[in-house]
């Protein structure tokens, strides 16, 4: 195994891994629904 093929599968595990944290934390998403919320409730009547 070459050190290339080593770091590729490195890469592909790493992003793997960020897709799994973002789906069970998903702490950015959270941070923009209620900044989005806020922004409705400041502008709602």
């Known amino acids: ?3 290339t093929n ?3 599968l ?3 595990l790493s992003v793997e891994l960020a897709q799994i944290v973002d789906k069970t934390l ?5 941070e923009v ?3 989005d919320l806020e922004r409705r409730n400041n ?3």
Do not use: H, Y
Not at 26 to 30: A, G, L, N
């Open 33 to 35: 629904w209620l900044k």
């Open 1 to 3: 195994m070459t050190s």
């Open 26 to 30: 998903q702490p950015k998403r959270v």
């Open 10 to 12: 490195a890469v592909l």
């Open 6 to 8: 080593c770091f590729r």
């Open 43 to 45: 502008v709602a009547p």
